[in-house]
Nanobody, 116 residues
Framework: QVQLVESGGGLVQPGGSLRLSCAAS????????MSWYRQAPEKGRELVAA????????TYADSVKDRFTISRDNANNTVYLQMNSLKPEDTAVYYC?????????WGQGTQVTVSS
């Protein structure tokens, strides 16, 4: 059974940093584009950042550009989201997603709370 397991969430003060990880298993990770989404309370799920299968191209939501960095390690089947200069509006459950030729998998999510 395919697994995507996020970790690294938590409570952080405004201006702080967190690094999320998403460990993948039971599928060919290097063939999948990976992305991070987030969902704040009473809001829809939104794309935060995406990275192609080789890591050659990345995309960011305007709201996180220059603060967040997505990266991947295909040797270890893991995708990361480095989040710097966090703001209260970044508070959400963060999900990783894998996509390849019509196949799509979601992780269970990790909570990020930015508050003083």
């Amino acid at each position: 059974q395919v697994q995507l397991v996020e970790s690294g969430g938590g409570l952080v003060q405004p201006g702080g940093s967190l690094r999320l990880s998403c460990a993948a298993s039971r599928f060919t990770f290097s063939r999948y584009a990976m992305s991070w989404y987030r969902q704040a309370p009473e809001k829809g799920r939104e794309l935060v950042a995406a990275i192609t299968s080789t890591g050659g191209t990345t995309t960011y939501a305007d709201s996180v550009k220059d603060r967040f960095t997505i990266s991947r390690d295909n040797a270890n089947n893991t995708v990361y989201l480095q989040m710097n200069s966090l703001k209260p509006e970044d508070t959400a459950v963060y999900y990783c997603r894998a996509d390849s030729y019509g196949m799509r998998y979601w992780g269970q999510g990790t909570q990020v709370t930015v508050s003083s």
